[in-house]
C-alpha cells in the first residue's frame, strides 16, 4: 500500500489518496463529450490526442484534501450530470463526484501530482469509455486489456463494494448531508 499525492498546477491545493494499490481503483480514458466539455471550458490541456480524459475512479473516503479547500470550485454542465471540481487558483481540473449514492470520485491525471511513478502507483489504463463517440477507432497502442463492458461491469462491482465497506464518506467533496460542499455553478 503506498499514498498518491493529488496537486493542482500551482501547488495551492494538495491532497492524497490513501492506500493505493493496482487493484483497488479503476483506472481508464474517457472519451465522452461531457468530460471534453469540462476540459475545453476551463481550456485545459488534459485531453489526450483523441480527446480522451485519462481518469483514476477511488471511493471517496481513500481521499483527502489537506491544504487549499477554499480554492474547490465546481461545475455542473447540465442538471442531471456528475458534478466537476476544479481549483480557482489555476483553473486545474480535477475530476468529477456523481452524488452521494454513488460512493465514487473520478480523479483526473491533471490533479495528480507529477513528482511521482503515478503508472507504478496506479497501474496502466486498464479500458477506454464511450470510444463509439470517435470517428475512427482508436490506434492499436491505444488499446487496453479490458473492453468497455467489462470495464462498466468492474466499476459496477466496484461501486457496490464501497457501498458494503461504506466507503462513500467521508467525502472531501461533500458535506455531511451528501451535498457538494461548494454550489457547483452553470456555464
Ligand atoms: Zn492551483
Ligand atoms: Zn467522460
Known amino acids: 500500500?503506498?499514498?498518491?499525492?493529488?496537486?493542482?498546477?500551482?501547488?495551492?491545493?494538495?491532497?492524497?489518496?490513501?492506500?493505493?494499490?493496482?487493484?483497488?481503483?479503476?483506472?481508464?480514458?474517457?472519451?465522452?463529450?461531457?468530460?471534453?466539455n469540462f476540459a475545453n471550458y476551463l481550456q485545459s490541456d488534459v485531453l489526450n490526442e483523441f480527446g480522451g480524459s485519462d481518469i483514476f475512479q477511488i471511493a471517496p473516503a481513500f481521499i483527502s484534501i489537506d491544504l487549499g479547500v477554499d480554492q474547490l470550485k465546481s461545475l455542473k454542465l447540465t442538471d442531471k450530470g456528475v458534478c466537476r471540481w476544479y481549483t480557482d487558483c489555476c483553473k486545474t481540473p480535477i475530476g468529477n463526484t456523481a452524488g452521494a449514492k454513488i460512493p465514487m470520485v473520478g480523479i483526473l491525471r491533471s490533479f495528480i501530482a507529477k513528482d511521482q511513478d503515478i503508472n507504478a502507483k496506479i497501474g496502466p489504463i486498464m479500458g477506454n469509455v464511450y470510444v463509439k463517440n470517435l470517428d475512427s477507432p482508436l490506434p492499436q497502442s491505444m488499446s487496453a486489456p479490458l473492453s468497455e463492458k467489462r470495464l462498466i461491469f468492474r466499476m459496477i462491482r466496484k461501486i457496490l463494494l464501497w457501498k458494503i465497506l461504506a466507503k462513500g464518506t467521508p467525502n472531501p467533496f461533500m458535506n455531511s448531508q451528501g451535498k457538494p460542499i461548494v454550489k457547483p455553478h452553470k456555464i
Not at 503506498?2 to 491532497?15: F, I, N, P, Q
Not at 483497488?24 to 471534453?36: A, M
Request: proline share 0%; hydrophobic share 30%.
Open 1 to 36: 500500500m503506498t499514498e498518491l499525492a493529488l496537486e493542482c498546477r500551482c501547488g495551492k491545493v494538495k491532497g492524497r489518496v490513501h492506500s493505493v494499490n493496482l487493484k483497488q481503483g479503476n483506472h481508464l480514458v474517457c472519451y465522452c463529450q461531457s468530460c471534453q
